[in-house]
């Protein structure tokens, strides 16, 4: 039976975070009751309680699921090859249809609106961030020390590099047409390659 339930709440709880995230993506954070996700997840609200504790709770769940989706894209960031083909394939992930499309714009910002009034969602990201940091940082001095790349100040060509990234994956959408995101990308890697002073392919 305990292993039943537990069973059921292993199934559950990821497909009320689901419910949980369409809603916000569709009504946004403030709309997205727990009512509501209950009524998306076909569930009693009274069972989402039981298995988060409190919609805050909840939000601190999806927060978690959402930066593990881009934890996992992190950790596919290149580590090994010849330097001139990691260079390549660091940047052919960072501007690619599946990391720009790897979680909803509007609950994206919806998270990182409320990492401004909630501190443990501000660590979450600011962590996530860091090792995001800390992975450029020591790609940029393996590339420069093989002379793939020519920068003066890693961490600042780093911090240029993460900005232009995520930048140009929010809000790409607002300023350049539909159908161009190919385009865009191969704009983006360029401006990247300067930045790096690294040569053009």
């Given at each position: 039976m305990t292993g039943r339930k537990r069973q059921n709440a292993e199934e559950r709880k990821p497909a009320i975070l689901k419910a949980f995230y369409e809603v916000?993506?569709?009504?946004?954070?403030?709309?997205?009751?727990?009512?509501?996700?209950?009524?998306?997840?076909?569930?009693?609200?009274?069972?989402?309680?039981?298995?988060?504790?409190?919609?805050?709770?909840?939000?601190?769940?999806?927060?978690?699921?959402?930066?593990?989706?881009?934890?996992a894209l992190f950790a596919r960031l290149p580590e090994g090859g010849a330097p001139p083909e990691r260079l390549e394939r660091l940047l052919a992930l960072i501007w690619s249809r599946e990391w720009h499309d790897a979680?909803?714009?509007?609950?994206?910002?919806?998270?990182?609106?409320?990492?401004?009034?909630?501190?443990?969602?501000?660590?979450?990201?600011?962590?996530?961030?860091g090792h995001y940091r800390t992975y450029l940082l020591q790609q940029m001095a393996l590339l420069s020390e093989a002379g793939v790349i020519r920068v003066d100040d890693p961490t600042a060509s780093a911090e240029a590099l993460i900005s232009l990234s995520e930048g140009s994956h929010y809000?790409?959408?607002?300023?350049?047409?539909?159908?161009?995101?190919?385009?865009?990308c191969r704009h983006m890697t360029e401006a990247a390659r300067k930045i790096l002073g690294a040569e053009a392919t």
């Open positions: 916000i993506e569709a009504e946004g954070f403030e709309n997205a009751s727990v009512a509501k996700v209950a009524k998306q997840a076909g569930v009693h609200a009274s069972l989402i309680i039981h298995y988060f504790g409190s919609k805050e709770k909840m939000v601190m769940a999806l927060v978690d699921e959402v930066l593990h989706t881009y934890a979680a909803s714009f509007s609950v994206v910002f919806s998270f990182l609106a409320l990492s401004h009034r909630d501190p443990s969602v501000m660590d979450r990201v600011r962590n996530l961030y809000f790409s959408r607002y300023h350049i047409e539909a159908g161009t995101f190919d385009a865009h």
